[in-house]
């Protein structure tokens, strides 16, 4: 009988287009075998020495790319999600640190620019109720050599997380949860296209329709959001507010206080980021329901 973990293998991989059959098959067990010991290294999660050598083989193998392996559990994951009401989408970057790997190849600067591999942005797909679907999206990237102009800003991630798993099914509402690198205009304005809604940690000082930042708003109207100091370590910023894209956001970017945002402009609302708590909880229909 198979046991949790192949199964799982099998549905989120079995789909994958690795040129061979056979291919697909070692992947399957494979991965099967990483989720059974995900804290162990993959000779002991394979059972041998020989075991890890053909995993390094199929990974070797120019058909094996992460696009092949992860578009079929991409997929899955997706599907899944349009299933439920309320679904987070939570997402930040990673380092991926390959500093001892020297022959490595087209790996880029990472931490303080003295180490070597990749960054990652990962949109995982996460239940209310604390169950993980999996990954959404992801995105791996290298830093350019110092002095090279990168073609699009990291910060841009979040968008493009937002824009690639695009408008959810009706039904179904997607909250985009994210920390401070989120609080950029390009996230919110999609967020806003998409449909989704967002609880982001406020990083800006945003001016709001009335004509009042978000910090000073926060201490007037408690329930725009919460002030709060530093952390141990000296950092954090003075709002921790839920941010959303809505029609009586924050002011536009001309400056004009009295201004509509108007289409595609994103900030913030009245009591942010609770409409999904609130819809999970019954207490209110889904915004745009």
């Known amino acids: 009988m198979l046991d949790e973990a192949y199964h799982w293998a099998e549905t989120q991989f079995g789909a994958a287009d690795l040129g061979d059959a056979r291919r697909t098959d070692r992947l399957v067990s494979t991965m099967a075998a990483i989720a059974r010991a995900p804290d162990e290294s993959l000779p002991r999660q394979l059972g041998s020495g020989a075991g890890a050598q053909a995993a390094y083989r199929l990974f070797d193998c120019g058909a094996v790319t992460r696009e092949a392996v ?11 999600a349009a299933q439920h009401p309320v679904v987070l ?16 190849r087209g790996a880029g600067r990472v931490g303080d620019d003295r ?20 990954l959404a999206h992801q995105t791996i990237w290298a830093r350019p050599p110092k002095g090279v102009v990168r073609q699009t800003r990291e910060s841009a991630g979040w ?26 205009f390009e996230h919110l304005e999609s967020i806003r296209e998409t449909g ?15 004509g009042r930042g978000i910090v000073d708003g926060a201490a007037r109207d408690p329930c725009e959001g919460r002030r709060h100091g530093p952390d141990k370590a000296g950092r954090g910023g003075r709002l921790r ?3 959303r894209a809505g029609p009586a956001a924050a002011a536009p970017r001309s ?6 945002p108007g289409p595609g402009r994103a900030g913030l609302e009245r009591q942010p980021g609770m409409a999904a708590a609130d819809h999970a909880a019954g207490r209110e229909p889904r915004p745009g329901a």
């Not at 989408?89 to 490595?104: A, G, P, Q």
């Not at 609880?199 to 329709?209: S, Y």
């Open 241 to 243: 507010g839920l941010a």
């Open 255 to 260: 400056g004009r206080p009295d201004a509509d």
């Open 196 to 210: 989704w809604d967002a609880v982001v940690r406020a990083a800006q000082d945003r001016r709001l329709v009335y």
């Open 70 to 80: 992860m578009d079929p559990h991409l997929a899955q994951v997706r599907a899944a």
């Open 89 to 104: 989408m939570v997402h930040d970057d990673t380092t991926l640190d390959f500093s001892s790997h020297r022959r490595l």
């Open 159 to 184: 968008a493009d997380t937002v824009a690639t798993i695009g408008r959810p099914p009706a039904g179904t509402l997607v909250v985009s949860v994210a920390d401070r690198g989120a609080d950029v």
């Open 115 to 134: 180490g070597t591999g990749f960054l990652a942005h990962n949109g995982l797909a996460v239940l209310p109720a604390g169950e993980i679907l999996g």
